[in-house]
């Protein structure tokens, strides 16, 4: 089974790069060699390219060319956020807020900026995964600075009320950030309809290159440089900028506006594959709200099945899908998302994650299943199935 082609159920973890990517990352590493910051004919031509780029992912977002400040990564657009604005603050508005479902490239920082002299709160999202807008209201101050909260989860792929919890922000006038990197090329993401101030993005979650992102930042908010040096992007990112990989975000800025429409079919194969693994597995539980979910995504609960164990067996039939966020590959740990949800550490560990893409079809589909059925024995015989 699966002698030529492996199956790749793991785009959340990341996407393989898209022809028309690569080809606009080839012809610019191949012919634009100049520096961006020269004044000749050699920087004006790669100043293009970056120019370009800029402009298609301000128009992915509906915001403005001006607004897009490339970073290295959607883990350093976030880093560049919490760090800028909470440092900026700290004198008298000294609190920050996020959520416990957020990305380590949010927590962690938070952990670091608490050590700092930083208050941060953390909001639960609860079995549903979904933050509420209620909470977030009792917990705001007039010493808040931040409020910080994904659009969609890596790992279950549930999506926040982005839109409301910014309006509570505003309301009392605090800037408010949302880390949209599991969320561009699956559904729209409007900065203007979502009323969001601040927003990170990276390019191999949809179909671009890996060490590119992005950071809208609202016309007049002002932001404090992560890397210092020359006054690249306009003063915030200093270092002579990657043309080669801004290219290629560029590129996948555009194909993700074009390739939206697609995650209908995704959603229909995403349906369908749960649907067969509840007939595979009768108590097999889905996490998070089924309502307001990523088209391609399912955290699916297996009593009785170590998800490690499952992914393994899996990857030997030719199919990749993932015990959790690839943040947490290889570790023994249960997921601290999962287990802000209220899931018990022997149900987060038997928990796998399947996330598919525009590549995959109905064949893949059936062959999955068919992959699951016949791994189910050898996982009894082993007493890893319950």
């Not at 900026?88 to 416990?100: F, G, M, P, Q």
């Not at 050590?115 to 999202?125: C, E, F, Q, R």
């Not at 605090?174 to 101030?197: C, E, N, S």
């Not at 170590?306 to 899908?321: M, P």
Request: aromatic letters at 4%.
């Amino acid at each position: 089974m699966l002698k030529n082609k492996r199956i790749y159920f793991d785009h959340n973890a990341t996407t393989p790069l898209a022809p028309e990517v690569k080809e606009a990352m080839c012809d610019t590493m191949e012919n634009i060699f100049g520096n961006p910051s020269s004044a000749y004919m050699e920087g004006m031509a790669a100043r293009q390219i970056v120019d370009r780029a800029r402009a298609s992912v301000s128009n992915l977002l509906n915001g403005c060319a001006d607004c897009i400040i490339f970073e290295g990564s959607g883990s350093e657009a976030n880093n560049h956020v919490l760090k800028s604005i909470a440092f900026a603050n700290i004198k008298d508005k000294n609190h920050i807020i996020t959520s416990l479902i957020e990305h380590p490239s949010v927590l962690d920082t938070c952990r670091v900026l608490e050590k700092k002299g930083i208050d941060v709160s953390y909001l639960k999202a609860g079995k549903s995964g979904r933050v509420n807008p209620e909470d977030l209201a009792t917990v705001v101050t007039k010493k808040t600075s931040l409020v910080s909260v994904m659009t969609a989860n890596n790992e279950t792929g549930v999506i926040q009320p982005i839109k409301e919890l910014a309006a509570v922000a505003k309301k009392n006038g605090v800037l408010f950030h949302t880390d949209a990197t599991q969320a561009i090329g699956k559904i729209p993401v409007d900065v203007k309809k979502l009323g969001v101030d601040l927003l990170s993005l990276s390019a191999h979650k949809f179909y671009g290159p890996k060490g590119a992102g992005a950071l809208y930042v609202r016309k007049g908010i002002v932001m404090e440089p992560l890397i210092h040096g020359g006054g690249q992007e306009h003063g915030l990112r200093a270092g002579t900028e990657n043309v080669i990989g801004i290219a290629g975000l560029g590129t996948a800025a555009e194909l993700a506006r074009k390739n939206l429409p697609q995650m209908k079919r995704v959603k229909a194969l995403r349906d369908r594959l749960e649907k067969d693994m509840h007939k595979l597995f009768p108590k097999a539980r889905i996490n998070g709200d089924k309502r307001f979910r990523l088209p391609n995504t399912i955290s699916i609960t297996l009593p009785g099945i170590n998800g490690g164990a499952f992914v393994a067996e899996l990857d030997k039939k030719g199919i990749s899908i993932s015990a959790g966020s690839a943040c947490h590959a290889g570790s023994p740990k249960p997921s601290g998302i999962l287990l802000a949800m209220g899931l018990t550490a022997e149900e987060a560990l038997c928990t796998v994650r399947i996330s598919l893409g525009i590549g995959n079809s109905m064949r893949d589909i059936d062959s999955a299943i068919k992959a699951f059925r016949e791994i189910i024995p050898s996982l009894s015989k082993r007493g890893i199935l319950g």
